[in-house]
């Protein structure tokens, strides 16, 4: 309590990737404040004030003022300069490492906090997959009012007004298998409960970065608790960058209840995808990016996988016959992704495609998302133009004689028969 007297601190100077003169699990709580995630001259701004301190303490502590400036080798920073080629890479690792020391250093029970503020996402993934991955998982996030002091530009914080608090814990079991469907629930469920507090937040004029901030943060919680075991099909677990993808889809979704949602059992970048292009046969570039601005999303994440092209700054779905013609030939076990799959199954299925669709059904290496027969439907009412819906309605018909023909035994694990209606 305050007043209380201090019975004993020490003081240590030195890297958090390395906290040698701590014992393991002896420690009770850490907390600490992660580095933001960018390029800031923590170091150059420390020189301003190390190379003055350092004329007056040189000779009392040699240790800690010997060398001119300040070190820069391990500093967490998304740096170009000096790591050309992975400066986001390397700020992930070295956030790794100091998680990593400090779940050393905790006793079984201990908990780490720490607070992180960003209004752009790729930061928040890097910290909490470099968080995961050392091997905590979030016991809770709390939403505080930051500092006022940031000043009125956009630097830092931008518009944000809260800090999100975290407390985690060290992983001690493995996780528990879940589905991505049986999550969305949980996490719609909880995120309904915040709703009243945050419509009245924001009638007090609360920004929308920071609705979005709390419900994230609300919504991670139980992403880290399954964190490597959520999976989007038998096999293929969820990255941190999908789950924040469908979070947010989730959150949007359940505030615009006027338009049928792509399939619920699709996974996140799939759902995203079917949502813009819904009905549409090309769409422009700035029209695409307001789309996906907040949605951790970027145009280049659907042409990586090869579902639309840009061409004069104006983007169109792949068409499904050449999508399908670039798979032939390839090995079935490789084509895992719902969207994939539908995307083949369809392009078959156009008229003199050359290529018979039950072939890759039949394909003992091919194994049929949860989620394929309803993007087939979805195809088959949302596609753009009319060839594509045609060859989608070939698609289902061929699917569900397909389905029917198959033994019970080879029908999907338990783990995908809760996915919501």
């Not at 998304?78 to 990593?100: H, I, K």
């Not at 092209?309 to 169109?316: D, I, L, R, S």
């Not at 895992?336 to 072939?359: H, K, P, R, W, Y």
């Not at 004689?401 to 080879?410: G, L, N, P, T, V």
Request: hydrophobic fraction near 35%.
């Amino acid at each position: 309590m305050p007043g209380d007297p201090l019975l004993s601190a020490e003081v240590c100077q030195g890297s958090s990737t390395d906290l040698v003169k701590v014992d393991q699990s002896s420690i009770d709580l850490v907390i600490t404040d992660p580095p933001f995630g960018g390029l800031l001259h923590y170091s150059e701004l420390s020189d301003f004030f190390y190379v003055w301190l350092r004329l007056v303490l040189r000779s009392k502590y040699p240790e800690a003022f010997d060398p001119e400036f300040t070190p820069k080798a391990l500093e967490v920073v998304s740096n170009r300069a000096r790591e050309p080629e992975d400066p986001d890479g390397f700020y992930q690792r070295l956030l790794t490492r100091c998680w990593v020391e400090a779940k050393r250093i905790l006793k079984p029970g201990g908990l780490l906090a720490f607070t992180f503020h960003h209004s752009e996402d790729e930061p928040w993934i890097a910290v909490l997959e470099s968080l995961f991955d050392a091997g905590f998982y979030l016991e809770a996030t709390y939403p505080i009012r930051s500092d006022e002091t940031k000043g009125d530009g956009d630097f830092g914080s931008k518009t944000i007004e809260y800090d999100i608090i975290h407390v985690c814990r060290k992983r001690t079991e493995e996780p528990t298998p879940v589905s991505w469907g049986r999550m969305r629930r949980e996490v719609l469920a909880d995120v309904r409960q915040l709703q009243g507090m945050l419509e009245n937040h924001a009638k007090q004029g609360l920004p929308s970065a920071d609705l979005q901030v709390i419900r994230r943060g609300k919504a991670l919680e139980y992403f880290s608790r399954h964190y490597g075991k959520v999976y989007v099909d038998e096999g293929r677990a969820i990255s941190v960058k999908e789950a924040l993808v469908g979070i947010i889809q989730l959150i949007d979704e359940d505030a615009d209840k006027g338009k049928e949602p792509p399939p619920v059992n699709a996974e996140p970048m799939t759902r995203q995808f079917l949502r813009i292009f819904d009905g549409k046969s090309e769409l422009a570039r700035d029209q695409l990016q307001k789309f996906l601005r907040g949605s951790v999303t970027t145009p280049d994440d659907f042409e990586q996988r090869g579902w639309c092209a840009e061409e004069t700054k104006v983007f169109a779905p792949v068409n499904p016959l050449a999508f399908a013609q670039d798979w032939s030939g390839k090995h079935r076990r490789r084509l895992t992704s719902d969207m994939d799959q539908a995307l083949v199954l369809i392009g078959a299925c156009f008229e003199n495609s050359g290529i018979n669709a039950t072939d890759t059904l039949k394909n003992e290496n091919f194994r049929p998302h949860v989620a394929l027969k309803p993007v087939l439907e979805w195809f088959q009412n949302h596609g753009g133009d009319r060839q594509t819906r045609t060859a989608a309605s070939r698609a289902v018909s061929i699917f569900n004689a397909w389905m029917a023909s198959r033994k019970a035994e080879q029908v999907q694990g338990s783990l995908f028969e809760d996915y919501e209606q």
